[in-house]
């Protein structure tokens, strides 16, 4: 049971006037008596009634002054482009109430905004860090909205924004502005008109590495039927002297792709070629065991799918050295040099260090 309520000031239970009528409310309601040691009053009598409410008048006005300068000064202090606190950005720490650089996430950052611009989607984008080891300060997986929100962040050109203005920063900028105005391109087009254009960049696997029976390069073509894109390989000499020159004329380029890929993962895998990938990674001074590349072409197998179109394409032309196409199959002729730049490339990811 509460019998009385005591403040030093009236002040200091509430600075609202609707509030402390709401409470002195209760305080009746319940016999509850209020008392302020260094205000003298009743609650009691009409008069002082009257003198509460002109305290209480006066310390909210007192508060709502107090809010007025903290926001004035906030304001101004961010039209100077000074740091106020809050959430610290990714790729920045905070030292003296400034933002200073933090080197290994500013590279993160910097990598962000670059493979967006080479692919323009961030559910890829986020999929790849996430198989590549990479996280948010607090450990957690990078997803879509992040990497959107991150996208948008104009402290990492170098501004500091108050209520959807941008001033210029006190701190580093961690990237250029016409990466910035690139990035920013992309993002303001519309969500379908960026997945089809992500799909017209969107690198032939093969090019530059598949040939016909006759010697022949093939090279990448399509055609669109009602709205739909069939993409195929095509022998340069049927373009040029018809379908009469070469036994194999076209092929869907899903299919020999993915049966290119389905054999170079076996490949990677076989003993003989780990064996010669160690022996070529020693020769070039790598300290690295049979295991550890063992263990490397298996990580590689398992993290093909989250690796998006540009990066496949990129490792497949560093572990191909040709592919020769014949009625009866495929033959694949791997770059063992190629194999061990890729393996340093998966040793230094952070999920295998």
């Known amino acids: 049971m509460v019998d009385v309520v005591v403040v030093y000031k009236i002040d200091r239970l509430s600075r609202s006037l609707m509030d402390f009528s709401k409470l002195v409310d209760v305080f009746d309601a319940n016999d509850v008596t209020f008392v302020s040691v260094t205000q003298s009053f009743s609650t009691t009598t009409s008069m002082g009634r009257l003198t509460l409410n002109i305290l209480l008048s006066f310390a909210q006005f007192e508060r709502e002054v107090i809010g007025e300068r903290i926001r004035d000064k906030f304001a101004a202090s961010r039209r100077k482009g000074m740091w106020m606190g809050g959430n610290v950005p990714f790729g920045y720490r905070v030292e003296n109430r400034k933002l200073l650089i933090q080197d290994e996430e500013a590279a993160i950052v910097r990598s962000i905004f670059e493979r967006f611009l080479q692919i323009g989607s961030a559910t890829i984008l986020a999929r790849t860090l996430n198989a590549e080891g990479l996280r948010r300060k607090n450990g957690k997986s990078f997803d879509k909205g992040l990497l959107y929100k991150l996208l948008s962040n104009r402290v990492y ?6 209520k959807g203005t941008s001033y210029p920063g006190e701190h580093q900028p961690l990237i250029s502005q016409d990466l910035w105005d690139n990035v920013r ?23 530059g ?3 016909a029976p006759s010697g022949c390069a093939m090279t990448p073509a399509h055609t669109r039927k009602k709205g739909r894109l069939y993409r195929y390989y095509v022998t340069t000499s049927v373009q040029k002297l018809g379908p009469e020159s070469c036994s194999v004329r076209r092929l869907p380029a899903g299919e020999i792709e993915a049966a290119v890929i389905d054999q170079v993962r076996v490949l990677l895998r076989s003993p003989e070629m780990i064996v010669k990938t ?3 990674a020693r020769e070039d001074g790598d300290e690295i065991n049979e295991t550890e590349v063992r263990d490397a072409l298996v990580q590689f197998d398992a993290l093909w799918e989250e690796l998006f179109p540009a990066e496949q394409a990129r490792i497949i032309q560093l572990l191909v050295e040709r592919i020769d196409v014949d009625v009866g199959g495929i033959t694949i002729r791997l770059r063992t040099e190629g194999i061990a730049s890729v393996i340093a490339e998966l040793w230094e990811r952070p999920n295998l260090g």
């Open 278 to 280: 160690w022996a070529t």
């Open 157 to 162: 050109i170098g501004e500091a924004v108050h």
């Open 209 to 211: 590495l598949i040939f």
């Open 185 to 207: 391109s992309i993002i303001a087009e519309p969500p379908r008109k960026r997945a089809g254009h992500c799909r017209r960049q969107t690198p032939a696997l093969l090019r």
